[in-house]
T-cell receptor
Framework: AQSVSQHNHHVILSEAASLELGCNYS??????LFWYVQYPGQHLQLLLK??????LVKGIKGFEAEFIKSKFSFNLRKPSVQWSDTAEYFC????????????FGTGTKLQVIP | IAGITQAPTSQILAAGRRMTLRCTQD?????MYWYRQDLGLGLRLIHY???????GKGEVPDGYSVSRANTDDFPLTLASAVPSQTSVYFC?????????????FGPGTRLTVL
């Protein structure tokens, strides 16, 4: 079975700072990777996804993530965060074969200080 | 309706009572899912359904049951609620037929069992 680790549980940044949230997964086969965002009081929304091809994936709101297969990582980045980016971020992995069960990480809470 | 709706938005329930959380989607997605979200544990899959008429168990199915009589609806039932079922419950859906399917989430139901 697959698993996902998000090492940063709570990150506090000032506006305009750069962001990188770590995500590592374990699985023996090929996977699809996702980052979801949950703004306060709201449901999860997809930020970006990787299925194949260019390992650098660009998503909404200026976010991007890079899939490094050798490191089993899919870190989320944004060059300059805004107060409106305050939210909880979840990394998720889904095997490309077999039953398509998505496994979520435990989440990283990002707090951006104006 | 646009997307996924869940009802109720929140509920306080006495232990031992029966409760059904409702989920409806209008995207004609074949697959539907129920997750619970708990602090520090991320999202954990309770039950899923790949298509109408079929259901399966996720990571934490005990104490919960589901049914999938049609494509649109996927109710989650707690037969006899216990305090450990206090959580936020999210319903999600996705297309099937391939592994390139992101999940779309509903707004959630906040359940408190006393």
């Amino acid at each position: 079975a697959q698993s996902v680790s998000q090492h940063n549980h709570h990150v506090i940044l000032s506006e305009a700072a750069s962001l990188e949230l770590g995500c590592n997964y374990s699985y023996g086969g090929t996977v699809n990777l996702f980052w979801y965002v949950q703004y306060p009081g709201q449901h999860l929304q997809l930020l970006l996804k990787y299925f194949s091809g260019d390992p650098l994936v660009k998503g909404i709101k200026g976010f991007e993530a890079e899939f490094i297969k050798s490191k089993f990582s899919f870190n989320l980045r944004k060059p300059s965060v805004q107060w409106s980016d305050t939210a909880e971020y979840f990394c998720a992995v889904m095997p490309q074969r077999g039953y398509q069960k998505v496994t979520f990480g435990t989440g990283t809470k990002l707090q951006v200080i104006p | 309706i646009a997307g996924i709706t869940q009802a109720p938005t929140s509920q306080i329930l006495a232990a031992g009572r029966r409760m059904t959380l409702r989920c409806t989607q209008d995207m004609r997605h074949n697959a539907m899912y129920w997750y619970r979200q708990d602090l520090g544990l991320g999202l954990r899959l309770i039950h899923y359904s790949n298509t109408a008429g079929t259901t399966g168990k996720g990571e934490v199915p005990d104490g919960y049951s589901v049914s999938r009589a049609n494509t649109d609806d996927f109710p989650l039932t707690l037969a006899s609620a216990v305090p450990s079922q206090t959580s936020v419950y999210f319903c999600a859906s996705s297309e099937t037929g391939g592994s390139y399917n992101e999940q779309f989430f509903g707004p959630g139901t906040r359940l408190t069992v006393l």
